[in-house]
């Protein structure tokens, strides 16, 4: 990588997220270096970094959060870079304003994109001002129940009900009268003052039997925004993503170009740079799409993206971050799916934190596993429970599915809840298997 051969880098997150950004940055010869926390001291991802430092207690707060003690981190061990991963920092512009003001590259997009598309309200009218679709819905912020009785009226019933900031899921609801619209506010504002600061609030009309489409973009050094395919994110748990997969089954060739072309726009009009995912809603009797958000950052899905396109996005990260060329000659070859591995309950999704007994990873042709974890390590209740990303890839999506069903009966965790049954039932469902499913797929399955 030309002169960054002498860097190193600080990976400010945990698990297997830090993990799969150490491989690359130890592949093309760099140092890395990992903080941990104490209840993190253990796991594989502290043990495979050049060097790791603690950074606090088993709270967040006072650990991953800590921007003071994850800059004294960097200093300490003479690191140049800072790689956010996602989760914790990485979609906070102030946190990439102190790297940089500290004299560290910071491994993402400019902190005025981040603020630009982190208020989904401001994002959402940007989008329209620049021709990108967006749904019927507020454009202000709402802060009061009976200015959302009136927008909601105006819009139509039903109205999907979200927090303005935060990603995730983060505070979303759907409202069909309004006596829903009531309840789905409070839970809205109560999310978006815990992490936005202020209870704004975003109203938009839902769309009945949607897919959730994502398009993953890069902004090249050299300024340009190119689009490395769709990923299909429909299977979701209240309103969190558990499977995904690429190229989508639900979306036609000439809907895929055009939400392409949306989403390489949407990263031109922030100046986008490094790796960043434009999120779409999209209308399966229509065959029409709409802008949800962007986020800006790696997402928990990219190895996808990487199995069909052979590029590794964490490569390309640091290659942007530092002005080195990428590749603008971008083609896909066959069908990819992620599973993400919780510590849950596969019935009720609720987190089911302990110590690992058993850990078996499935090993095979088109499998990869990106884990956090191995047998002896415990999932702690202190942060998300993700233990791992099954992911499959196929020459065809029929041959994905059935690496997927074996590799999903292979691999045996004990000791902690997981919610490997839930993808063995899934996969199982004749609606799964032919593609033609939506973002109510989970909700009927448990209904």
Known sequence: MGRVQTESVLVANRGEIA?????????????????HS?????????????????????????SYLDVDRVLEAAKSTGATAVHPGYGFLAERADFARRVAAAGLTWIGPSPEAMEQMGDKINARNLMEAAGVPVAPGTREPVTEPSRAVKEAARIGYPVMVKASGGGGGIGMGVARDEAGLTKAFEAASRAALRFGGAPAVLLERYVERARHVEVQILGLADGTVIALGERDCSVQRRHQKVVEETPSPGVTGELRERMLKAAVRAGEVV?????????????????????????????????????????????????????????????????????????????????????????????????????????????????????????VHGETRAQALERARGA?????????????????????RADFASGDYDTGLVFRMRS
């Open 19 to 35: 993990r799969r950004v150490i491989r690359t940055v130890r592949r093309l010869g760099l140092r890395a270096v990992a903080i």
């Open 408 to 428: 999903v009966a292979a691999f045996r965790i004990e000791g902690p809840k997981h919610n490997l049954p839930f993808f063995a039932e899934l996969l199982a």
């Open 271 to 391: 100046a986008y740079r490094g790796a960043g995912t434009v999120e779409f809603l999209v209308d399966t009797e229509r065959q029409d799409f709409m802008f949800l958000e962007m986020n800006t950052r790696l997402q928990v899905e990219h190895p996808v993206t990487e199995l069909v396109t052979g590029i590794d996005l964490v490569e390309q990260q640091l290659r942007a971050a530092w002005g080195e060329p990428c590749p603008v000659s971008v083609g896909t070859a066959g069908h990819a799916i992620e599973f993400r591995v919780y510590a849950e309950d596969p019935t009720r999704f609720l987190p089911g934190p302990g110590r690992i007994t058993v850990w078996d990873e499935p090993v095979g042709v088109g499998v990869r596993v990106d884990s956090g974890y191995e047998a002896g390590n415990t999932v702690t209740p202190f942060y998300d429970p993700l233990m791992a990303k099954l992911c």
């Open 38 to 62: 104490e209840a993190d001291a253990e796991l594989p991802f502290v043990r495979e970094a050049d060097e790791a430092v603690p950074v606090g207690p088993a709270d967040p707060a006072k």
